[in-house]
Structure formats: structure tokens, C-alpha cells
């Protein structure tokens, strides 16, 4: 490789954290974007409570149930043109869910869940392609922290602006992030090319084992030597540990972030506004999870930070059981646990694949697997409440869920020290 292009790789470097950030704004964000003005929504369309809440439930279970269908896509297109397609799918979802028109809504809702279902698969495979090894734990960490922070943004500005220009410009002018994630991909991917195309690239067969990742230290492949065929990732007990683990960490998260504005008003006399400005606090606090577990890696054992996670992530429901008054500091340590589970999870899947197709199936699976069990997170702990009248027997599926995590993806997390 001569300098000049050298040079002009190393200058790329920081343009896939840029464009994986502006991306990954667009894969929470719309999600959340009617819950703030959920009542006007409800007022202006004449919707009941049961299709209100599937415009929080319809996204995740696309996440579940569209994985094979992602999956299918980035085998037929290249990954590039797949992180394209599913923002260009998000902002058709976000303007045709922006009509004052139920089934819209509901329509929009579904095409939006299937946009940020492609680039939930595509992305990981995309950072553990394009990223150098000692890079991926930080690229991914800063992906995932990219996603709460798109929750963020949305969240604490739809209400504002509905206030100004209506609830269907609100959730309408969301898609400017979708254009603007267009862009910098577009010029991100032409960018590398251009500075790539004066190499001479030699064929590389994807098919043998990964030796280096994450962090120092050579990890053992799951694969096998050079020449040979990946075992299908249904066919691999760390892949169903890992989903285990993956729908733990989603159950717990989906549960907790539709119910804790409730709790709080019941068990502390939190006014709506008050517990619903509260809970963003257990929003916030993933970007420290996600940011400080890729440096943990550098030096931990993977089953190690899973385990310190999974510790954390015990105090939210323990801490909200048996002292809700504390929910500060237990929103901050289940914060920051929350969002160190999703990236060591990704962390791992990236350390145990051998070629992109290999990480275009585990991250299907693993993801598709995991978000079935989390859609139902929501319903199962509401409907709890419901049948006993408090918040003790939610918290509880909330901590056996945790405790999955913590169990499963410990000892899935063995095969890759």
C-alpha cells in the first residue's frame, strides 16, 4: 500500500463513527417520537389505550419478527446499499405515520419497525467489517450510545414543537435526521472508495477464524481453521445463550422504560410530567454504559463485564422494590447497565463470527430471538400490575429477567476469554 492512500485511509477513520452516529439516531428515536404526544394523537384519531400502545409494541416485534427478512436483504444487497434502504424505509414509515389517518399511523409505525430492523442487523456486521480490531469495542460503543441519545433528542423535542406547529409536523420533522444520515453515509462509503481504489486488493476467503479482535489478548473461533464451512448459528449453543442473554437485557429494558413514569407516580406521587422527565434520567445515563464498556474490554474478560452489567442492572428492580425513594440513584446505576449490556453483546457477537455472512446471521438471530422475548416485556409486566394492583410482581419478572442476562450470557461469554 503506497503512503499516499495510507494516509488517506488513516484520514477516513473518523468518517464510519461519524455516519454510524447519524445513523443510529434514526434506530430509537422514531419509536418513542408519539409518546409524548400520545394524548393529542389519541384526542384528533379517536384511538383507545389497546392501539395506542402497539405504536410502542409494533416496532419491537418487527425487530423480532423481520430479522429473517433483513437478514435476506444484506445477503442479496451489499451492506452498504442495506444501511441505505432501511433509512430510506424509516423516513417513508415517518411521513406516511405523520397523516392524520389511524391507519397510517399504524401502517407508518410497522414500515418504520422494518426500516430499523435492517439496520439493526446491517450495522454490526458493517462496524465489524470496516473498523480495525483494536476499534470495534469503541465504534460500537459509540453506536449504541448513539441510539439512546437519539431516544433523547426525540423524546424532549416532539412535545415542543407540537406545541407550536401540531403533533403531525412533530413527528414528521424527525425524518431530517434520516436525510441527513442519508448524506453522510452516501459520502462516507464514496469517500473510502476513493481512497481505497488505487490498492491492488488481492481475494480474501472471510472463512477462517477472526485472531484478532477487541483489546488485547487472541481469542479461540468457534469455526474452526481456514477451508472451512461456519456452523448456522441455531447449531451453536452460544448463539441461543446469547439470545437468552440479548432478550434479558431487552425484556428488562422495554418493561422498565413503559412503566417507570407510572411507578413512579404511584409509588412516589410524582406528578405525569415529573415522572416522565424522571425516567429520562435511566435514558441518559446508557451513553456512560456504552462508552465505558468498550474500555473495560481493553482489559476485562468478556464474561467479566457481563457480570459487573448484569450486578448493575440487579439494583434498578431491587433498588425500585424495596426503596423507590432512591430511584435516582437506581435509574443511574440500571442506566449505565442498560447500555453496557446491548454493547458487550455486540462486542461478543463480533469476536466469535469468522466472515461478514457469518455476522450477518448471528446478529440476525441473536436480535431477532432476543427483541421476541423483549416485545413482550411491556405487556407481561402491565398486565402484572394489572391482576395484583402493584409494582412487586412486575419488579420481579423484571430481576428473573436480569438474572438471565447475567447467567446466560456469563457462560456463553466463556468461549471467547
Not at 169 to 174: D, E, F, K, M
Amino acid at each position: 500500500m503506497t503512503g499516499a492512500v495510507r494516509t488517506g485511509l488513516r484520514g477516513a477513520a473518523w468518517l464510519l463513527p461519524a455516519a454510524v452516529v447519524l445513523i443510529a439516531l434514526n434506530f430509537r428515536g422514531p419509536i418513542v417520537a408519539t409518546a409524548p404526544v400520545i394524548g393529542d394523537v389519541r384526542a384528533d384519531l379517536g384511538l383507545t389505550a389497546s392501539i395506542a400502545g402497539l405504536l410502542t409494541t409494533i416496532p419491537v416485534l418487527c425487530f423480532a419478527l423481520a430479522t429473517p427478512f433483513a437478514s435476506w436483504v444484506i445477503a442479496k444487497a451489499d451492506p452498504e446499499r442495506a444501511v441505505s434502504l432501511s433509512l430510506v424505509v424509516v423516513l417513508a414509515g415517518t411521513v406516511v405515520r405523520s397523516l392524520p389517518s389511524s391507519v397510517a399511523l399504524l401502517v407508518g409505525t410497522a414500515v418504520i419497525g422494518i426500516g430499523i430492523t435492517i439496520g439493526n442487523v446491517v450495522i454490526p456486521v458493517v462496524i465489524r467489517r470496516d473498523t480495525s480490531p483494536e476499534r470495534v469495542g469503541l465504534v460500537t460503543g459509540v453506536y449504541t450510545s448513539a441510539l439512546n441519545v437519539g431516544s433523547m433528542i426525540t423524546s424532549l423535542g416532539t412535545a415542543p414543537i407540537a406545541a407550536v406547529w401540531g403533533w403531525p409536523i412533530a413527528i414528521a420533522i424527525w425524518g431530517v435526521l434520516a436525510v441527513l444520515a442519508g448524506i453522510g453515509w452516501t459520502y462516507t462509503v464514496g469517500a473510502r472508495a476513493a481512497w481505497r481504489r488505487p490498492v491492488a486488493v488481492e481475494p480474501v476467503v472471510e472463512t477462517g477464524p477472526i485472531d484478532q479482535v477487541l483489546g488485547t489478548g487472541s481469542i479461540r473461533t468457534v469455526d474452526g481453521g481456514a477451508g472451512t464451512t461456519p456452523v448456522r448459528p441455531a447449531r451453536r449453543l452460544i448463539t441461543w445463550g446469547l439470545t437468552l442473554a440479548f432478550g434479558g437485557q431487552a425484556f428488562s429494558y422495554y418493561a422498565l422504560t413503559a412503566w417507570i413514569p407510572t411507578l413512579l407516580h404511584d409509588e412516589i406521587g410524582f406528578s405525569k410530567e415529573s415522572s416522565g422527565a424522571s425516567s429520562s434520567v435511566f435514558q441518559i445515563l446508557a451513553v456512560v454504559g456504552a462508552l465505558g464498556v468498550p474500555l473495560l474490554a481493553t482489559r476485562w474478560r468478556p464474561r467479566a463485564i457481563i457480570a459487573l452489567v448484569a450486578f448493575l442492572w440487579l439494583a434498578m428492580p431491587l433498588g425500585l422494590l424495596f426503596a423507590p425513594q432512591l430511584w435516582l440513584l437506581w435509574s443511574v446505576l440500571g442506566g449505565a447497565a442498560q447500555g453496557g449490556g446491548i454493547t458487550v453483546i455486540f462486542i461478543v457477537i463480533v469476536r466469535i463470527v469468522s466472515s461478514d455472512a457469518d455476522a450477518r446471521r448471528m446478529s440476525a438471530f441473536v436480535q431477532g430471538g432476543g427483541y421476541l422475548l423483549g416485545s413482550a416485556g411491556p405487556l407481561v409486566a402491565g398486565s402484572l400490575h394489572g391482576a395484583t394492583g402493584d409494582w412487586t410482581a412486575p419488579l420481579l419478572v423484571v430481576l428473573v429477567a436480569v438474572l438471565t442476562l447475567g447467567v446466560a450470557g456469563t457462560i456463553s461469554a466463556r468461549r471467547v476469554d
